[in-house]
């Protein structure tokens, strides 16, 4: 009794702590791209604005990996989860650790190449996150100590199916995915599981081949490998609905129980298909590892999303042309080019201001911007300056640079206001929120122990 009591006053002194941002409501920041539908915008004041971005002061916070993701933030702290699956908490005021917890298992991951890079996620409660391990588990933490309530396989093949996209949360449920490791090594199968997180018991499974079977499955034993669900986004829940959108990378498709290079609506539970959509050159995508999944899908409003990919292409999607399970091929409303016409490895945000709809998009040659109607993209602005996946918050545009520093843009004209200094990573994004930024640096591929969080924050 004595043990909970102190862990619910900890709790509660977590969550009361003050917002940093002048001004400002205390705010969280509980998931990857800020909500479950990965729009990637934070319409709330952050306390940082144009008249103050060049200002901000840097703390660098030394951590035990790398992070190559992005952070979360509930009351005053920000929480990470490195590449070898330690997850920290760190005092976004003093940028002192106030816990980690370190899986099992931990040091015979250590310098080798099985590694994690999916954003931790908190549930509604503020009381939990759940994170994900190199050995294939995921594991529910308390906010207040890091106490490991439960954890749980998604994969019988951890050293070849990869947690590498961002966790979800939606309904009483944490959402992950698994792709492949770089190679492409055979065999693996990217699959969808839903895991109830009150329990920690793993409620259904979801496989993008061999779709007829349910439940994990031992990866050898499906004709098919590959099909990776490797966007950072990982899934993405449709706010109007509840389902679950998903795109997945190089495999066969046959339109029946094999859904490589395609992009997949699935209903809450993930039970069964009712959507989907392949270009009609699946099998040249297949062939050239071009994946369709590159990135996860994007949702514009309630009938029309927006797929990415490897190929350098953009395409706007009908919700109503994908109805179904029967096999939906091409039938595109648009296609554009992604920023500098190379691969699309990115979350892609999505702002709304008034009446009028942006979607943003980075690669590692260029940053643009379209504004959306009608089921088309018209051409905003455009830079050269390549980025990771971009964010909007407190009415600016902020886009990591793989090559070093972090760029502040006014979103609707893409003017740059300012570059904060910090140095160069691979797939790690921002998030910006009650008056400070936290951006980690470096690269998963280096098999790094240390790693480093930038926080910046109004004087």
């Known amino acids: 009794m004595r043990r909970i009591a102190a862990t619910l006053v900890l709790t509660l002194a977590v969550l009361a702590v003050p917002a940093h941002g002048a001004g400002t409501p205390a705010q969280n920041w509980t998931t990857f791209d800020y909500t479950a539908s990965r729009t990637g915008a934070n319409p709330n004041p952050t306390g940082i604005t144009a008249a103050n971005v060049k200002s901000l002061t840097l703390r660098r916070v030394a951590l035990d990996g790398t992070v190559d993701s992005s952070a979360i ?20 005021s003093s940028g002192a650790v106030k816990w980690r917890f370190t899986p099992p298992g931990y040091s015979s991951w250590v310098g080798t190449a099985q590694i994690t890079t999916a954003t931790p996620v908190a ?53 992950a995915t698994t792709g492949g490791y770089i190679g492409d090594a055979p065999p693996y199968q990217g699959h969808v599981a839903i895991i109830d997180a009150a329990s920690g018991r793993l409620l259904h499974v979801w496989n993008s081949l061999c779709s007829d079977r349910r439940g994990l499955i031992d990866p050898a034993s499906c004709p098919a490998s590959d099909s990776a669900i490797w966007g950072r986004s990982g899934a993405v829940v449709d706010p109007s609905t509840g389902d679950l959108l998903v795109a997945t990378g190089n495999a066969p498709w046959d339109g029946r129980t094999n859904w490589g290079d395609a992009t997949l609506r699935l209903d809450p539970n993930a039970t069964q298909l009712i959507g989907n959509y392949t270009p009609t050159n699946t099998d040249q995508l297949n062939t050239s590892d071009a994946d369709l999944g590159s990135t996860s899908p994007v949702i514009l409003d309630a009938g029309h999303l927006v797929q990415g990919g490897k190929d350098g292409k953009i395409r706007v999607l009908s919700v109503a042309r994908m109805r179904g399970a029967s096999p939906h091929q091409g039938g595109e409303l648009q296609v554009v080019s992604t920023p500098s016409g190379t691969d699309l490895f990115t979350a892609p945000a999505v702002w709304k201001r008034g009446t009028s709809t942006y979607l943003f998009a980075a690669d590692n040659g260029g940053t643009a911007a379209w504004r959306y109607s009608g089921g088309q993209l018209h051409a905003a602005w455009q830079h050269d300056t390549g980025g990771t996946s971009p964010v909007v918050a407190g009415g600016l545009l902020w886009v990591y640079a793989p090559g070093g520093g972090l760029n502040v843009y006014a979103p609707g004209s893409g003017a740059l206001l300012t570059t904060l200094q910090c140095g160069p990573g691979h797939w790690n994004s921002p998030i910006v929120v009650d008056g400070r930024v936290a951006l980690p640096e470096g690269n998963a591929n280096d098999h790094s122990t240390s790693g480093v969080l930038d926080i910046w924050s109004v004087r």
Not at 73 to 92: N, S
């Open 123 to 175: 549930d509604p409660s503020l009381r939990w996150i759940y994170a994900a391990s190199p050995g294939g588990r995921i594991y529910k933490l308390a906010v207040a100590n890091g106490h490991a309530a439960w954890s749980v396989s998604i994969t019988r093949l951890p050293s070849h199916e990869k947690i590498a996209s961002a966790l979800n949360f939606a309904r009483g449920h944490v959402i």
């Open 73 to 92: 933030y509930i009351g005053g702290r920000f929480f990470v989860t490195t590449t070898y699956g330690k997850t920290e908490a760190i005092d976004a």
